[in-house]
């Protein structure tokens, strides 16, 4: 998730596919498509472009003026995600809402947002993402957590300090240092 990173894979597809046709390019996530439509027209020349993993919003900004593109949106069930936290804690009354800084992180932590404000507008939001890790982890920690609280994950890959870390591992770090349940909204997150 470096500008290095990108450039060396930049490289890395431009001798690769040098003088090849690409007929299709699917890509997952935003910072796939960001890539693919920024070197679209010097490594994959008129082929059609597909696109997953993206949320609505972030969708029509990124792909805005561009053509020969469809995908699908992403979406995480937000209503029934909070019915099930206040099912197994009717009394909650905070919630710490983990997602890093990136585009698909700030547009997951805005819809989580307005999902609680929405259905729950009682209960207090703490945002998580411009903390580091080990902030995270001792804030969550035993220590500072009143009764019905609890963490909401959506996507998460880097802190505010720009430590990289899975999301499957911080989840277990929070897991095992807090006595909040940890919700994540993707079961592929959990490490399972």
């Known amino acids: 998730p470096t500008q290095e990173n990108l450039r060396l894979r930049y490289e ?4 690769r596919y040098a003088g090849m046709r690409i007929d299709l390019v699917l890509t997952t996530d935003d ?7 920024r070197h679209r027209a010097e490594l994959f020349p008129d082929a059609p472009l597909v696109f ?3 949320l609505r919003d972030s969708a029509k900004r990124l792909t805005a003026g561009h053509a020969n593109l469809t995908g699908v949106y992403e979406q995480f069930n937000m ?3 909070v019915k ?3 099912r197994f ?10 997602y890093d800084n990136a585009e698909s992180g700030l547009q997951a932590g805005k819809l989580m ?3 609680m404000k929405k259905d729950y507008p009682g209960i207090s939001l703490v945002h998580l993402n411009s903390w580091t890790i080990s902030d995270i982890i001792q804030r969550l920690s035993d220590a500072h957590l009143p009764p019905h609280t609890a963490v909401l994950a959506n996507t998460y890959s880097r802190d505010a300090a720009g430590t990289a870390m899975e999301m499957h ?3 277990k770090m929070i897991s095992a240092s807090s006595n909040a349940p940890v919700y994540i909204l993707y079961d592929f997150d959990s490490g399972f």
């Open 31 to 37: 910072a796939a498509l960001s890539f693919a439509l």
């Open 84 to 86: 099930l936290i206040r």
């Open 79 to 81: 209503e029934a995600t």
């Open 113 to 115: 947002a307005e999902g």
């Open 169 to 171: 591992r911080f989840v």
């Open 12 to 15: 890395q597809y431009k001798l």
């Open 89 to 98: 804690d009717p009394g909650l009354d905070t919630v710490y809402l983990l």
């Open 52 to 54: 997953n993993g993206v």
